[in-house]
């Protein structure tokens, strides 16, 4: 069975530095598509990044593009969200998620067959 486990969530100030971490387990993840997304009360979820496990191509929303960075370590079937000049407007709970095969369809969030619990990251002064 499928595991995520997400961590290093907090509060911070503005332009301050957070990561994320995802702890994954329970399978060989080399044909899968790793995804960050976020979420706020009353809004959709929201695509952050994405990595293909076994080639390393990355993808970033708009958003985030230049300030966030997403990777993986695959000794340890973990991936990370480093997350720099953090903004307000980056609060929200982040999901690590995991799709088969999903590369290309990343940015959807339907596309993932997996998701861990969630952690909050606040960026408030």
């Known amino acids: 069975q499928v595991q995520l486990v997400e961590s290093g969530g907090g509060l911070v100030q503005p332009g301050d530095s957070l990561r994320l971490s995802c702890a994954a387990s329970?399978?060989?993840?080399?044909?899968?598509?790793m995804g960050w997304f976020r979420q706020v009360p009353g809004k959709a979820r929201e695509f952050v990044a994405a990595?293909?496990?076994?080639?390393?191509?990355?993808s970033y929303a708009d958003s985030v593009k230049g300030r966030f960075t997403i990777s993986r370590d695959i000794a340890k079937t973990t991936v990370y969200l480093q997350m720099n000049s953090l903004k307000p407007e980056d609060t929200a709970v982040y999901y690590c998620?995991?799709?088969?095969?999903?590369?290309?369809?990343?940015?959807?969030?339907?596309?993932?067959?997996?998701w861990g619990q969630g952690t909050q990251v606040t960026v408030s002064s």
């Open positions: 998620a995991a799709a088969y095969q999903g590369w290309g369809r990343h940015p959807s969030p339907e596309q993932y067959d997996y």
């Open positions: 329970g399978r060989t993840f080399s044909r899968y598509t």
């Open positions: 990595i293909h496990w076994s080639s390393g191509i990355t």
